[in-house]
């Protein structure tokens, strides 16, 4: 039984015209994967929500656990994540329909929305 936390997406990384990657990241690799934050709140949005020099959003660290060899930014794609630091209550958020920003620091990179949610010891 797959002890971890963790959650299907569907998930659309922005493309460098808008602000995205230049280079699509490579989700799954030999030396581990991917780990960026998300952030739940509206797709749309594209910059983080900073106060003076703090940022005003809760930043949830995942890892990439499945997803595409290749990710072509705009084409959405399905995806497992691992909920890092599960339980921390602030993952309690995370539903099935709750949409999300991906975030490499306070930078938005790509968005998507939740599928399902795979809790360890939940059938």
């Not at 989700?27 to 960026?36: D, Q, T």
């Not at 749309?44 to 060899?69: C, D, M, S």
């Not at 959405?76 to 599960?86: C, G, H, K, R, S």
Request: glycine share 12%.
């Amino acid at each position: 039984m797959n002890q971890l936390a963790r959650i299907t997406v569907e998930v659309t990384f922005i493309p460098a015209s808008e602000g995205g990657r230049v280079n699509p990241p490579l989700l799954i690799s030999r030396g581990g994967s991917y780990r960026p934050h998300i952030v739940v709140g509206d797709p749309k949005q594209r910059q983080a929500v900073v106060i003076g020099n703090e940022l005003q959003e809760t930043h949830l660290g995942v890892a990439f656990l499945t997803g595409p060899e290749k990710v072509e930014a705009g084409e959405p794609f399905q995806a497992e994540l691992a909920l890092i630091y599960f339980p921390h209550p602030a993952y309690e958020t995370l539903a099935p329909g709750v949409t999300f920003t991906i975030r490499e620091g306070p930078r938005v990179v790509g968005f998507g929305e939740v599928k399902k949610v795979l809790l360890p010891g939940v059938a």
